[in-house]
């Protein structure tokens, strides 16, 4: 007492004092007085900091009640206080009315430490301030100062903490601001808000949980993992010790999920565990309803998931019983405009779909309707997720269940690929003796045009993925239907690249065979492929699968084109016989005719029959840029066939020779191409059989010489080779008696190109091969001194010269 008497009672007397440094000296000697060791409290030394130290609480300068915090902090915390009210009401005149006085962030800070430091160690005393101190934190808990709005949320869990029994009263007027904190920028604050959290609603009266839930939701998408881990805690504890839990489990169980699928392991890991906990506590508290399932379920499946612990009994049911309100909302919030949450769902969905095994089927038809309509755009955030939440369905769902909903839907309306991809999740872990019953309706239905054809090759990627899942499930069964697999196939790989052997399904196909290999499957099916192209080539157009079938079969398996001719040659009527059809299909089967030929798999009379009853017409004149371009292509395929052709007759070249040389003055270049090299076949074939005549000659002389005049290109050398052919021995015996003149305008006319850059030195060797015929009349057209280039002029005289002196000394001898 003489230390107070001497230091303390001077000091309290100043704090009266106007001037702030007087007071703030000596707050700080009174502080340094109470730090000392030996320092005790007495009444008469409390009553005058009640009495000179509170006031300075709300003293008017900032560094004072910095002071003075620090002074009843201390006093607070060694326990010298005996009435805590008073400092209360101050701070909340400084902080908790409707506009905060106090604008320091650091007092601020200060303040809320105080009221830390209050519950703490007076939680007997708190209770007459508990309406104040709530009013203080639901202003600090909103302030803009971060440090204050976490030593707030802090302060708000220890309050709950300390008036557990009172707190349920005023616990709700925290709330909203702590879910206001929830949201700050930092996540520390963010962490810490959610902690307070957990402590209001557990000692509060509970009725916030909805409100609650409905706020957070958006922290499991947050950035930070401890932001995201605490908030797994909270609902996790929140479902293991609230009062009347249960009725809150429909709020909370989505949650507890969800971590279950976050990004980072250890969280989910944690996720995992609290969720076991939270069965297994389950399980314990309602042993007797769950009696039964505990006697006779086995705790393991041998179908299920590999890799994949089974949810214990406790969780499976609380997702069974909470299923049919979980299923709307993650069916809503799949097809949501935040990527975030779609994906959320997605994978929410696997979840769920893990712990409620069979008790989907409640809600399978709205399910699987969302599910397929997220896989229609493969680069769907969520489809990934959605694919595997219908794997995981396979292993629970019989296949009676999902194709009575899936194959009438895709019937109704227009197939995508979204319900292949779902389909073939749901048949990639089927039982075989679940699925075995039902191969014929699914065969029948991939079968069908609508579905079989789809140009997609997403669609029918997954259309070969479903089938080959049935081919494993059900192997045996699928042998009866053969020849339907084998036409879904051939009808989705014929506008791929691939060949027909690098694939499971058709190593299957070739098994169900015997012997067992891709021409006895082709030998076993093609007749009837072939027939049913037949039936339905009429309304073909380029794009028909029809066509690529049959471009597949030419390319891949051409002996069953060999094997079934006829129906084969009336297709290509059928197909040819309109000229008027889009030309570009009418070029696709052309091309397959090529294909067909260059295989060598007709004989002669099949290569006349293709020529002569289906190109013949297609090569008619008729006007028109088009036309002139299919003209093209078909000389080109009649020049293909007669170069395969390996004898003919007279009927043949008398049939050959006028379509020929009307096409070798077709305005299109290639045509005139194509029908210079055909003539020379028939000229060569015609002279083997001795069935040249001097018409024939003169007529494709007559083209030929015509086609020197084309513009510079191949078509000039194809016609002068033609011209060699047809002049080269042997000759009609009459011809040279007969047509002198003929050959000596040939002569004249090709003396003339001898200064044709291009093509003279190809003319000076033609005219060299063809003066055996006349080389006096040719020798007469020779004149050098008016050709540009004498030099070819001049070495044609001498060769001609050489030629008569030698004719001359044979006539001599």
Excluded at 341 to 350: A, E, R, V
Excluded at 673 to 693: E, F, P, Q, R, V
Excluded at 716 to 739: C, E, G, S, W
Excluded at 777 to 795: C, E, P, R, W
Aim: with cysteine.
């Amino acid at each position: 007492m003489g230390d107070y008497t001497v230091v303390c009672d001077k000091s309290f007397k100043l704090l009266q004092s106007e001037n702030r440094k007087v007071r703030k000296e000596n707050l700080d000697k009174l502080l340094t007085v109470v730090r000392e060791e030996n320092f005790e409290e007495s009444s008469e030394f409390m009553q005058a900091v009640k009495t000179f130290v509170y006031p300075c609480l709300n003293d008017g300068s900032e560094a004072c009640r910095e002071s003075a915090i620090q002074l009843v902090r201390t006093l607070v915390c060694d326990g010298c206080v005996e009435e805590i009210a008073p400092i209360v009401i101050i701070i909340h005149k400084r902080m908790g009315n409707t506009s905060m006085l106090e604008s320091s962030e650091e007092v601020k800070l200060l303040y809320i430490q105080l009221l830390r430091d209050i519950i703490k160690n007076y939680e007997q005393l708190i209770f007459p301030c508990l309406d104040d101190i709530v009013s203080i934190l639901t202003k600090s808990i909103l302030d803009s100062c971060p440090a204050v709005k976490k030593d707030s949320c802090l302060c708000a869990a220890e309050l709950a903490s300390a008036t557990k029994t009172r707190f349920h009263m005023v616990a709700e007027l925290l709330v909203e601001p702590l879910l206001k904190a929830t949201n700050y920028h930092q996540s520390a604050v963010r962490y810490t808000a959610i902690q307070s959290l957990n402590y209001v609603i557990m000692y509060g009266n509970g009725k916030q949980v909805p409100e609650v839930c409905s706020s957070i939701s958006n922290r499991l998408f947050d950035q930070n993992v401890g932001v995201r881990l605490a908030l797994c805690r909270v609902v996790s504890n929140w479902m293991l010790n609230l009062p009347d839990r249960y009725s809150y489990f429909p709020k909370l169980i989505p949650f507890i999920l969800t971590a279950q699928v976050d990004d980072h392991l250890p969280n989910r890991e944690e996720a995992e565990r609290l969720w076991d906990e939270i069965g297994n506590q389950y399980i314990n508290e309602n042993e007797v309803q769950l009696k039964e399932k505990l006697d006779f379920l086995p705790d393991h499946l041998n179908h299920y998931p590999p890799n994949v612990k089974r949810p214990n009994l406790g969780c499976r049911t609380l997702v069974t019983r909470e299923v049919l309100k979980l299923l709307p909302v993650i069916i809503r919030e799949l097809d949501d405009w935040k990527e975030d949450i779609s994906i959320k769902s997605g994978q929410l969905l696997c979840v769920v779909a893990l712990n409620a095994e069979n008790s989907v089927i409640q809600h399978l038809n709205q399910l699987l309707t969302a599910m397929t309509k997220c896989c229609r755009q493969p680069d769907h955030v969520a489809s990934n997720h959605v694919r595997r939440a219908a794997e995981i369905m396979s292993y629970f769902i019989s296949p009676s269940t999902y194709l009575k909903f899936l194959l009438p839907t895709m019937s109704d309306i227009e197939p995508h690929v979204g319900h292949l991809i779902i389909l073939s999740g749901l048949l990639k872990n089927v039982k075989s003796i679940e699925l075995s019953t039902h191969v014929k309706s699914i065969i029948t239905f991939l079968e069908k045009p609508e579905i079989c054809e789809v140009y997609d090759p997403l669609f029918k990627k997954y259309l070969l993925q479903v089938i080959e899942y049935v081919l494993i499930a059900c192997e045996s069964e699928c042998q009866e239907f053969s020849y339907e697999l084998f036409k879904i196939y051939i009808t989705v790989q014929s506008t791929t690249l691939d060949q027909f052997d690098n694939n499971f399904i058709f190593e299957k196909l070739i098994n169900m065979c015997e012997p067992k290999t891709k021409e006895q499957l082709f030998k076993t099916h093609g007749e009837r492929l072939l027939n049913e192209l037949n039936d339905s080539c009429d309304s073909w157009v380029v794009h028909s699968p029809g066509r690529e079938v049959l471009d597949k079969i030419a390319l891949d398996a051409e002996y069953v084109i060999l094997s079934c001719y006829e129906i084969y040659r009336q297709i290509l009527t059928k197909t040819l016989y309109n000229l008027d059809k889009d030309p570009k299909f009418l070029m696709k089967i052309l091309i397959n005719i090529n294909t067909c030929v260059d295989k060598d798999i007709f004989n002669d009379k099949q290569l006349w029959q293709i020529l002569s009853g289906i190109i013949f017409p297609i090569l008619t004149w008729r006007p028109g840029k088009t036309a002139e371009s299919l003209r093209a292509a078909s000389c080109l395929c009649a020049q293909i066939i007669n170069k395969k052709l390996t004898s003919f007759d007279e009927t043949m070249l008398n049939l050959s020779f006028p379509i020929f040389l009307a096409l070798a003055d077709d305005n299109h270049c290639k045509t005139r191409a194509y029908a210079l090299d055909t003539l020379h076949c028939l000229i060569c074939a015609a002279k083997s059989l001795d069935k040249i005549n001097a018409d024939t000659i003169n007529n494709v002389t007559r083209v030929a010489l015509a086609r020197l005049n084309d513009n510079p290109g191949n078509t000039r050398f194809k016609a002068i080779n033609l011209i060699k052919a047809t002049y080269t021995q042997p000759l009609p015996n009459d011809y040279m008696v007969h047509y002198e003149a003929h050959v000596a305008q040939l002569y004249k006319t090709l003396v003339i190109f001898l200064d044709d850059q291009d093509i003279q030195q190809s003319i000076l060797d033609l005219l060299k091969d063809l003066s055996w015929m006349k080389p006096e009349v040719l020798i007469k057209h020779i004149n050098v001194n008016v050709f540009s280039h004498k030099h070819f002029a001049q070495n044609l005289m001498d060769y001609l010269s050489d030629n008569l002196s030698q004719i001359s000394l044979t006539s001599t001898e």
